[in-house]
């Protein structure tokens, strides 16, 4: 191998390191940005949220526990 080659490969480790903590930052920030909205939402109509978001998840059969979790998840991973 040249030289080049391998001052090559160190920094494509580098980058790729680098875009990995970048996308995990953007993760991270698109979690806290959606429990925020959820939090908001539920906080400000509280009966509108209940009515259009938990209500029909208990009505076919889950926990009040498990539709929080459920609308959570969806909210991280929107469509």
């Known amino acids: 191998m040249s030289n080049k080659t391998i001052n090559k490969e160190p920094k494509t480790f580098v980058e790729e390191f680098r875009e990995r903590l970048n996308r995990e930052d953007l993760e991270?920030?698109?979690?806290?940005?959606?429990?925020?909205h959820l939090f908001?939402?539920?906080?400000?109509?509280p009966e509108k949220f209940h009515r259009l978001w938990i209500k029909p998840l208990m009505s076919?059969?889950?926990s009040l526990e498990s539709a929080f979790a459920l609308v959570v998840e969806a909210r991280f991973r929107p469509n």
């Open 40 to 45: 908001t939402e539920s906080e400000d109509q």
């Open 60 to 62: 076919a059969g889950l």
């Open 28 to 36: 991270r920030r698109w979690k806290l940005e959606a429990l925020d």
